[in-house]
């Protein structure tokens, strides 16, 4: 039986904390049980105003008083972040940090410290993220299971072996905004087609929410789905051969692939 932290803590006080912070209050986490770093003392106000949680400008005052603190700072501001903290110990670290390696944050807190990372993506900052959650890394089924307490508190969470989290941000850490564009443009057509503005962009929306909601409760495979919908000579299969006709399966594999790819990159910068 895992327990679940007591305290949560986190080091960056910026979008994706407050999002987790945010999470946790709604998963029944008390104020007194979370508190936040923040060199700014307007995020520090504005995190105690709205959220009631405290807040330091110590980052070692956060790692005293929790059991897991996040690492939540962009990360050319991670090293100097951690700099002044205890090292080989101390709580379990979550680092959400892009790129920087479960290796580097062992060589900058001590081959010692207790070390997870995942990739969310943007989404969570309303509770609809998903994350993925590095697994089998030395960290113990305990510690990878209080990290997913933590990470649930904003959308669902999956497991990946490390390697594969800069697939993760090729695909749902960058998709948002590859559907932003898909909704974008399928509102200028609307447009274009003669619907008023805000009504093409309604149906957008709610056409690209409700199809990704089919795929999640029917269980079915998207292919299906497409089929099912597609009558021969129809509108949909008219609309369909436009779309492979001008390479749109292609264009989404090419950006996964040099998103994945960029993601490396800066990894290895880093
Ligand atoms: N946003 C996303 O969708 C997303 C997705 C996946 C992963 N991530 C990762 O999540 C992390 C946080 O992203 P974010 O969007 O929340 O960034 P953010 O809004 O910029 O928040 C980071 C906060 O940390 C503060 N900070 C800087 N140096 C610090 C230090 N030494 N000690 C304590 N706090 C410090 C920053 O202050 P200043 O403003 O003064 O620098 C800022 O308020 C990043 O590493 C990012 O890669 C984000």
Redesign the pocket.
């Known amino acids: 039986m895992i327990s679940l932290p007591k305290t949560v803590g986190t080091?960056?006080?910026?979008?994706?904390?407050?999002?987790i912070l945010q999470g946790l209050l709604q998963a029944g986490y008390t104020a007194d049980q979370l508190c936040a770093?923040?060199?700014?003392a307007e995020?520090r106000e504005h995190l105690s105003r709205t959220l009631g949680v405290r807040t330091t400008?110590s980052?070692l005052e956060v790692v005293e008083g929790s059991e897991v603190v996040v690492?939540?700072?962009?990360?050319q501001?991670?090293e100097?972040?951690?700099?002044p903290l205890p090292k080989n110990g101390g709580p379990l670290y979550l680092?959400?940090?892009?790129?920087?390696t479960l290796a580097t944050l062992r060589r900058w807190l001590g081959s010692g410290a207790r070390v997870v990372r995942?990739?969310?993506?943007?989404?969570?900052?309303i509770g609809a993220?998903i994350?993925a959650l590095a697994d089998g890394t030395g960290a113990s089924a305990e510690d990878l299971e209080r990290a997913e307490v933590v990470l649930t508190s904003v959308g669902d969470v999956v497991r990946v072996p490390e390697h594969l989290l800069d697939a993760v941000?090729g695909l749902s850490?960058s998709g948002?905004a590859y559907v932003y564009l898909f909704i974008e443009a399928l509102c200028e057509a609307g447009i274009r087609e003669g619907l008023p503005t805000l009504v093409a962009r309604d149906l957008a929306v709610k056409t690209v929410l409700g199809a990704a909601a089919m795929v999640r409760e029917t269980g079915e495979h998207p292919a299906l789905l497409r089929e099912r919908v597609t009558s021969p000579g129809g509108t949909t299969a008219a609309g369909l051969a436009a779309l492979e006709d001008r390479g749109l399966r292609a264009a989404l594999l090419a950006a996964v692939e040099a998103a994945t790819e960029r993601s490396r990159e800066l990894a290895r910068d880093a």
């Open positions: 080091i960056g006080g910026g979008n994706m904390a407050e999002a770093s923040d060199p700014v995020r400008d980052n690492l939540a700072v962009k990360p501001h991670l100097a972040a951690v700099d680092s959400i940090a892009a790129g920087v995942a990739m969310p993506n943007t989404p969570a900052l993220g994350t941000t850490g948002p």
